[in-house]
């Protein structure tokens, strides 16, 4: 096979996410989060806003 | 997808997406829940871009959200995994040519699946059906990207709408 599996940790989910805010965004994981949560990203239509925004792990 | 277990649940709903890509491209697929209280995220090599086998030119991000919840089906289960977003982004040359999205995270964004084709409709929300990872496989096929055995590959695509049909509460559309 040459896609494998494996169960990851919240830790390391969160690093995807943080990754990611920084690879398409240039800023932190909670910097993100932080933005979200405060409607600073309602409505934007930058795509890569939303990819991150879909990385997010649940519930932090 | 269904198991015994929600563990064995999200095993099932993982292996043929983990099939699939492993058909066009290497990598990892991750999932980083196995609780039903918690919404999970499946993600292939860390959501970044990866390029797909053949012309070297397409790649795919690829990245899913899932609960796990209880079915009745009394032949399945009791415990089964929904989709609950996904964002798929198929690039030509390191440029996004089609994006798939369901994003119901957002309240202020389009909440229905959808696509963006800036050459179709620059920044635009076109609406779709739900869209399997295959159907994006399929287009990447069509766009330049092999999958490394074509037999296989029919066969996989054919079994996946099958099994997924046979869970999926929104139909699988033509095919």
């Known amino acids: ?60 | 997808m269904a198991g015994k277990t929600p563990a064995k649940a999200v095993k099932a709903f993982v292996e043929p997406i983990q099939n699939a890509l492993g058909l066009w491209a290497s990598g990892k697929v991750t999932a980083d829940s196995y609780t039903p209280a918690d919404e999970g995220l499946l993600v292939f090599n860390g959501g970044e871009q990866v390029k797909l086998r053949g012309d070297g030119k397409i790649s795919l991000s690829v990245s899913m959200r899932y609960e796990i919840v209880e079915t009745r089906d009394p032949e399945k289960g009791p415990w089964k995994v929904k989709t609950t977003g996904y964002m798929y982004d198929l690039q030509v040359d390191d440029v996004s040519a089609f994006e798939y999205h369901w994003h119901p995270i957002s309240k202020s964004h389009e909440a229905g699946p959808h696509l963006h084709c800036s050459a179709a409709l620059d920044k635009g929300h076109i609406p779709t059906g739900r869209i399997m990872i295959e159907d994006v496989l399929s287009l990447a096929g069509q766009l330049g990207a092999e999958p490394n055995d074509g037999d296989r590959w029919r066969d996989l695509y054919a079994l996946n709408r099958e099994k997924f049909a046979r869970g999926a509460t929104w139909g699988v559309g033509p095919g």
């Open chain 1, 1 to 60: 096979m040459a896609v494998d599996f494996e169960k990851i940790s919240a830790d390391r989910s969160w690093k995807i996410f943080d990754d990611a805010a920084h690879r398409l965004l240039g800023i932190d994981g909670a910097t993100f989060a932080r933005r979200w949560d405060g409607g600073v990203y309602d409505g934007d239509a930058d795509t890569g806003v939303m990819k991150v925004a879909m990385l997010r792990p649940s519930g932090r």
